[in-house]
């Protein structure tokens, strides 16, 4: 579903991603981990095609196509999600109304017919269950006055309406109290299905607990430095990442694949 | 020049002449104050860009146009209720004062919904010497003095109708009171001088609606002054709807005096006019009031939308949020010039101020300018002014969910915009406000 190959990508003219390859198929959870400023996050906004991160070498497929040639909201309408790690606030649009114009872009992409706003109120209402959003979010402005919690809820919640093929999930955890993670975490859990891929970018292996992976990559200095699978998780939790950082670029043979 | 300008202020002194010789029960002091306010015009003249107070927006056409007044003239006896219809607020079916050019028209008024106690009158009435004249004499020309204000000069010099409204001691007016100002102004230029006194008194609550539309695409020259007066622990919510003629005029003051514990919250929306100018001024005079002065003006290719607000922190423990957003397009240009004054002893002070600009074309320009003086030590105060296009990283989130960029735009531009309309609680001028957005970004949105 995704190959990223050798990508290195700089913001404001500093190299972050030194070479990252990486292989999704359809049906895997990947959970990408490291410390702060080892690149994770670069590397979700890179797939999300954030214009302030600048590609310089390498290359990304998805789907056998040449994802960097995409503009964000086509990626989007061809199936990748981005879960933002700070959601943005969108004052005077209401959740409804912006989910909606979302859910119909990518209805209108695939030839399907759009819903009114009363039959998408309905699909709204059982998809809000999932995530155990309460019914008057729907009609507050995107994100404006949420909690933290509750912005991550959200961000849930349109993957959950727009249903992604490749769903990156930046830090969704973090700064969740243990309720809500456990909210998150199985609203995840029943989206993840055999034809979808999930990656996890977290610095925690707390979130695993709650939705397993089938491989754990660690960045360090914008590279991957450690692959495994979900042991490679726990073993990190109980080393802490300076056992990482100590292993400089060295690339371990525990390689899943 | 002039010369141009002493010949056409002899023809509006014609006109004041006739105004002041007119039989009737106006009494002395009013026509005294004509005369002052008269003098004061033909002495100043109108402003020009040289005073700082206006320097960015130029009244040169102003100046020069002959606009006729209507003394003396029935210029509303041929419109119909259906033709005001769609002016009128459903919330304010059965409360509204209609003026055409400036003029009261009781025909086409309503008043029975509106509870008893409550003052709604012609502004006229309530100058002869009536049961409301002693009330009217102590508050009209005090928050609005003429001194130093040209365009209020020139409407004091033609005092005689618009609206006097009271609301009496301790009553809560749930039912907003609309004052609709019409102009029918086609061929001619005419001139209508609204005039607007509130007394909301101790401990009431209300709320006006205060509208400008037009029934012809007339060059006419509106030049309103509005006071209001809140008395000890009173709330008003205080809307102004400006929809004039694109080819209008449009020349307002709002003068709020806010008494100890009182509560203003005022709201101008600036969609039409050629030329729009708002001056609106908060006085507190005693301890404990609050305001919020929110703002949204709206101007295409052409449109020039000035407004500039006083907030006068005068005493202490008084607070003041002040929101006013633009959005500008095509070769527009508005001007923001917001004075917050914290006066010497005024402690405890809290004010915000922010005006907020969206540039959706390269040709709008905007000239803003929020200033805190501050002489007090003890004070909580912010101001802050952006100038600016859409944000990037909101255009992010929304393309990062599938949507058009063109389509994220509108979206982005109508929410600028509902920051300040949300905020309203007449649902009809909400809804109304919400199509005059959506109307101006002829997108997909009217999908919503």
Known sequence: MLEIRDLHASVEGKEILKGISLTINRGEVHAIMGPNGSGKS???????????YEVTKGEVLYEGRNLLEMPP???ARAGIFLAFQYPIEVPGVSNSQFLRLAYN?????????????????????ERAKIVEMDESFMSRSVNEGFSGGEKKRNEILQMAVLEPKLAVLDETDSGLDIDALRIVAGGVNKLRNADNAIVLVTHYQRLLNYIVPDYVHVLAGGRIVREGGKELALELEEKGYDW?????????ALGAR | MSTQIVKEENSYSLAHQELQNESGGVALWVKRLRDEAFESFTLNGFPTPEQEEWKYTNVAQIARAKFE??????????ITPEQIAPFVYEEAKSSRLVFINGVFNERLSSLEGLPRGVVAINLAEALAEGEQAALVREHLSRGAGFDGQPFTAFNTAFLSGGAFLFFPKGQTVETPVHLLFLSSSSDERLLSFPRVLIVAGRESSATVIESYASMGDGEYLTDAVIEVVLEEGARVRHYKVQNESEQSYHIARTVAELGRNSSYNSTAITLGAKLSRHDITVNFKREGAECWIDGLYIVE??????????????????TSRQLYKGILDGKSRAVFNGKVFVRHGAQGTDAIQTNRNLMLSDDARVDTKPQLEIFADDVKCAHGATVGQLDEEELFYLTSRGLHPDLARNLLTYGFAEEVIDKIKVDSIKAQLDEAVLNRLNARLEAL
């Open chain 2, 301 to 318: 290719d052409g449109q020039h939308a000035d407004t500039h607000s006083v907030i006068d922190h005068q005493l202490p423990h008084c």
């Open chain 2, 69 to 78: 007044t209507v003394v003396g003239r029935d210029v509303a006896s041929e």
């Open chain 1, 73 to 75: 909201d086509e990626r």
């Open chain 1, 42 to 52: 670069t590397l979700a906004k890179v797939l999300a095609g954030h214009p302030q």
């Open chain 1, 105 to 125: 872009e990518k209805r209108k992409h695939l030839n399907e017919e759009e819903l009114d706003p009363l039959e998408f109120k309905d699909l709204l209402k």
């Open chain 1, 244 to 252: 990482i950082k100590n292993m400089g670029t060295e690339r371990s």
